[in-house]
């Protein structure tokens, strides 16, 4: 499939892949598909950054490649390793066979047949459909040697392996690349992207994105769910509930045919939307059905 030609069809392809965006993030996302440039998602965890990598490379048909970046991540873990078990054993096969000519077996040796590809090599191979959707997730995981080696990567779209050569990407891959602010990203890394800071959506569109991701949910039971996790938001919390929470909970509400919420359910079911035992041990009690009249008060029409 071809890149949308517009900002609505961007929007309109998200959509498609129960995915729903606000006019700004279907904006800078339509911009770095028409320019061909990486795109800088940050925001807190659960507001919906991976997803939207998933939604465009399902979307547009393409291969989605997934980095998942870690502490200690370096550059040859993310582009490249040998089959060292592979090259043993062609060494004993060799040896048995007799006559080893050791030049000659290291040039098989050091071959494609025994290269493991990782992401960023795989991004850089063509693919079925068109070149593929690079999801560099969690950059701030990892330290600022691998920004360096991946700014490089991303300005020429091409890796060096010293026994091979180098590889560029005949087609650059649709990058995205995520970030939960654990640490600040360089400013040269991201000078290289577009940007967008992915906040939790309004009490509207989280409606909307429920009714999507669940649509069996009644309008009442949203409201409520909605209503209720954005309150906790509001709360001093270790880790504040995301999108993804408020989607895991109205299903989890539904399988239990919960049709409206009560303080019994809501302490029944803590875990869907709350990870942390301090943040649940918060709502234990009356806090759960203060927080619940709260939000029912703001519900009830004035």
Known sequence: MQNP???DSVQHLLAGQDYICGRALGTVSYLALRLGRPLFLEGEAGTGKTEIAKALAAGLGRRLIRL???EGLDAASAVYEWNFTGQMIAIRAAEAAGGVDRGHLKDELFTEEFLIERPLLQAMRPQPGGAPVLLID???RTDEPFEAFLLEALSDFQVTIPELG????PEPPIVILTSNRTREVHDALKRRCLYHWVDYPTFDREIE???TRAPEASERLSREVVAFVQRL??????KKPGVAETIDWAKCLLALDVIALSPEVIADTLGAILKYQDDIARL????AKRLLDEVR???EPS
Request: proline share 0%.
């Open 5 to 7: 030609t517009s900002i």
């Open 68 to 70: 998942q970046c870690y």
């Open 138 to 140: 969690e950059i701030d």
């Open 166 to 169: 180098t590889i560029r990407a």
């Open 209 to 211: 994105i429920v009714q």
């Open 233 to 238: 938001r509001t709360e001093d919390l270790f």
């Open 284 to 287: 234990q009690g009356s806090e």
């Open 297 to 299: 008060a703001t519900l």
